[in-house]
């Protein structure tokens, strides 16, 4: 156990919008090189999680460090080395898809080899057209807007990444597509952190997985270890969602 | 169902959107100032009335002419009204297109809405002009009767004339939106479109302070062309004479007819339109020439420059608003300015200056510092303008303070060019003094940043609808520093007078510019991660 490197390490997270609290005591831990789940109803607290370990909201208490780095105290170091593609596909809706993709590598500091060679790997995992790019983003359609963020999420080679709900408006071939991205990201040595609703998607690529209820995190569960629980993930969260 | 869309239409107008004590005093707050811009509409027309009455014949052409022209400014003013309500929301697009609706209802559930503003528009311009007019003329009490009704049927011929026109200019905006440099040449030529009226009004105004003869205006020829005019300026005419003396022969196809026929054809055209916009697909591309990917590679300060013109220059509210304020500000400034200087200078009011002869100093430098906070409260949209976005910046590894100063320095260079466009006319037509002209670089320059610094955080604090902050840095804290520099130079009245004044509101202007920067880097954090734009 010794030698697994946490990339992601939340202890104690407590978090409130004004009077009222949304995360208790949140404890988790993403080594290195491992495809994480966060799974829980709408709601409950994971894109508020997402949010605390971008560093993008205050929480009261707690510790993130991320590649042993504290977010409080060394934000722009986090976040080089962080990919993030929110929920909802969010970008620049007045620039071109190229204009924005140009604009978050010159932000990571990415060279032209580098953007060109991870463009053209994402544009054709992804299928999206080439030309696509040189349409403004307003006029694309939801599932191509969601391409474009998963796209700028990753166009900078970061050391972990980070989705919310990321099969949201994508067909089912592109969330064929992005399930082999994930896999082989984590393969090459990069830590994903993806929370949704989708159970079952969950269940069949993560090799771990955490449940969030009101706030809290009832349970991690290790499907490398025991991949007999990856069929009985979804009737676990559902019995957890039924209980008063 | 056609009830509720009604309701819909009316609960989004401004005076409903409301609640409680809010809607009572907005309420309260609109019937006094249109009760305000009744008054001064009954002194102005009395006042031209009795000046043109000493011309033959005028007064009646006069007023066909007037109300004429108010229904083209109407017609015109709301033509984008009725654009925006009818295609500027592509969600209300996509349901309503999903609802079980006719074109029709569309048009009548908007259209009603439509109705009732300009109904008010026209009850609180022409319907008041015509009132005053049939007052001074101790017309029969029928005249208000009938030109009330007059109004109800002007105003169904100005919706009419707004819904064939809003289709040209639907088209129009969304040819302008695929080519931004003809909408900035548009943009530019309608600016100077509005700034020369506003120079023959303003112009207008100083020679009626200045009490001076409108015989250069009302000559025998002029006087005829008006009258001829008059006659056919339908259906105005026919409403006006109809209203006087009931004739329903000659004015009746006028008065009732041409309205309404009107009316009708511009409902029926613009449901055609209608049907094929709500039926259309959303999206459309264009279909432009693919180009092999290139990568234009910069550093984070200019990608994120870069970012912000974008937002800038964002279409619609862009390029109208913040852009067009920008481009017309120095002709502004010039003109309000030169023509405070030539009232003092000449005609009635050179007595003051007489009496006080600094107050060229104290207007000139106040009207140049509250144009200034006008056109740049305005840029106060670039953080309201990332809207959900804003998670972006939040995500970005850039400093919050680097991405704020980067924020502020777009509209601020942008501000200080134009401003400084406005200073050089000023002091090359010789209406500041040199001193003056180097002053005021300085003064601009600091009044500037505070401005874009205090807008920016009331835009982070989220009260931009209550925010005191930018309502005392750009109208109070003006007023103020003047104040204290005149008072100042009351007392001491030397040779340095002119510099004391300035010296002083410089300092001022920058020790509030440097606190407000201390502040917001002590705070930036903080305030970037509170503002939530928009709840994700």
């Known amino acids: 156990m010794d030698n697994i490197k946490s990339m992601i390490k939340i202890t104690s997270l407590n978090k409130s919008y004004g009077k009222k609290q949304v995360l208790f005591d949140i404890n988790l831990d993403v080594h290195e090189g491992e495809l994480f789940g966060f799974i829980g109803k709408n709601g409950v607290g994971k894109s508020t999680t997402i949010e605390c370990i971008l560093g993008s909201k205050l929480f009261e208490s707690g510790e993130i460090l991320i590649n042993d780095l504290d977010i409080k105290k060394e934000p722009i170091k986090v976040k080089s080395i962080i990919g993030y593609s929110p929920s909802e596909p969010i970008c620049y809706e007045d620039m071109k898809g190229v204009e924005y993709l140009e604009f978050i590598s010159s932000i990571y500091h990415i060279s032209p080899q580098k953007f060109m060679q991870n463009l053209n790997f994402l544009l054709k995992a992804l299928d999206l057209k080439e030309e696509d790019l040189y349409k403004e983003i307003r006029?694309?359609?939801?599932?191509?807007?969601?391409?474009?963020c998963l796209i700028a999420s990753l166009i900078h080679n970061p050391r972990i990444w980070i989705l919310d709900e990321p099969t949201v408006g994508l067909d089912a071939m592109s969330t064929f597509e992005l399930t082999k991205i994930m896999k082989d990201y984590v393969k090459l040595g990069g830590t994903c952190f993806v929370a949704s609703h989708n159970i079952d998607l969950i269940a069949k690529i993560c090799d771990r997985v955490a449940i969030i209820k009101d706030g809290k995190i009832f349970n991690v569960f290790d499907l490398k270890k025991e991949p007999s629980l990856r069929n009985k993930i979804s009737a676990i969260f559902i019995k957890l969602y039924n209980e008063k | 169902m056609i009830g509720q869309l009604i309701l819909k239409?009316?609960?989004?107008?401004?005076?409903f959107k409301t609640h409680g004590i809010k809607r009572v005093i907005s309420i309260i707050s609109s019937i006094v100032l249109l009760a305000f811009f009744i008054c001064l509409e009954i002194l102005i027309y009395s006042l031209i009335y009795n000046k043109i009455n000493v011309y033959a014949d005028l007064n009646d052409s006069f007023f066909i002419v007037l109300i004429f022209a108010i229904t083209i400014l109407g017609i015109l003013g709301y033509v984008p009204i009725t654009q925006k309500t009818f295609f500027n929301s592509e969600s209300e697009r996509l349901i309503y297109s999903t609802l079980p609706l006719t074109s029709y209802d569309i048009i009548l559930s908007k259209g009603v809405n439509l109705y009732t503003k300009l109904l008010i528009f026209n009850l609180s311009t022409s319907y008041v002009f015509g009132a005053t007019y049939a007052y001074i003329r101790s017309s029969n009490f029928t005249f208000y009767i009938i030109f009330f009704f007059m109004m109800l049927l002007l105003t169904f011929l100005m919706e009419g004339v707004a819904f064939l026109l809003v289709i040209p200019f639907n088209e129009f905006k969304k040819l302008l939106s695929k080519?931004?440099?003809?909408?900035?040449?548009?943009?530019?030529?309608?600016?100077?479109?509005?700034?020369?009226?506003?120079?023959?009004?303003?112009?207008?105004?100083?020679?009626?302070?200045?009490?001076?003869?409108?015989?250069?205006?009302?000559?025998?020829?002029?006087?005829?062309?008006?009258?001829?005019?008059?006659?056919?300026?339908?259906?105005?005419?026919?409403?006006?004479?109809?209203?006087r003396t009931l004739d329903m022969s000659v004015n009746f196809l006028g008065s009732f007819l041409?309205?309404?026929f009107i009316f009708s054809i511009g409902t029926i055209i613009l449901n055609l339109y209608i049907k094929k916009y709500f039926n259309s697909s959303l999206a459309q591309f264009n279909n432009k020439k693919v180009k092999s990917l290139t990568y234009k590679f910069t550093n984070e300060t200019n990608a994120l420059i870069r970012k912000e013109i974008h937002l800038a220059l964002n279409k619609n509210d862009g390029i109208f608003s913040y852009i067009s304020l920008i481009i017309a500000e120095p002709f502004l400034v010039f003109s309000v300015v030169s023509s405070v200087n030539l009232i003092f200078n000449t005609g009635n009011l050179n007595y003051v200056l007489t009496l006080f002869p600094s107050i060229y100093l104290t207007l000139d430098t106040l009207l140049i510092l509250l144009f200034l906070s006008i056109i740049n409260l305005n840029s106060s949209m670039s953080i309201a303008k990332e809207k959900n976005t804003l998670l972006i910046m939040k995500t970005l590894p850039v400093s919050y303070f680097k991405q704020f100063l980067i924020k502020l320095s777009?509209?601020?260079?942008?501000?200080?060019?134009?401003?400084?466009?406005?200073?050089?006319?000023?002091?090359?037509?010789?209406?500041?003094?040199?001193?003056?002209?180097?002053?005021?670089?300085?003064?601009?320059?600091?009044?500037?940043?505070?401005?874009?610094?205090?807008?920016?955080?009331t835009d982070l604090r989220g009260k931009k609808e209550n925010n005191f902050l930018v309502t005392f840095i750009g109208f109070i804290f003006p007023i103020i520093t003047v104040g204290v520099g005149t008072v100042t130079i009351v007392f001491i009245d030397n040779e340095f007078s002119e510099l004391i004044f300035f010296s002083i509101i410089l300092l001022i202007q920058i020790l509030y510019m440097v606190s407000l920067l201390i502040n917001i880097k002590k705070r930036i954090s903080k305030l970037f991660l509170r503002f939530e734009g928009v709840n994700l």
């Open chain 2, 258 to 260: 041409i309205p309404l």
């Open chain 2, 179 to 243: 080519y931004k440099i003809l909408s900035f040449i548009i943009m530019i030529a309608l600016l100077l479109f509005l700034v020369i009226s506003y120079s023959l009004i303003l112009n207008a105004f100083i020679n009626l302070v200045r009490d001076a003869s409108l015989d250069n205006l009302f000559t025998a020829s002029n006087i005829e062309f008006l009258n001829y005019i008059a006659k056919y300026l339908l259906p105005i005419s026919s409403m006006t004479y109809f209203s």
């Open chain 1, 139 to 148: 006029s694309y359609s939801h599932g191509m807007k969601q391409k474009l």
């Open chain 2, 410 to 457: 777009v509209p601020s260079i942008l501000s200080f060019i134009s401003y400084l466009i406005g200073l050089i006319l000023l002091v090359s037509f010789k209406e500041i003094s040199v001193i003056n002209f180097f002053m005021m670089i300085l003064i601009g320059a600091s009044s500037i940043i505070s401005l874009n610094i205090s807008s920016l955080y």
């Open chain 2, 9 to 15: 239409e009316f609960q989004t107008n401004s005076l």
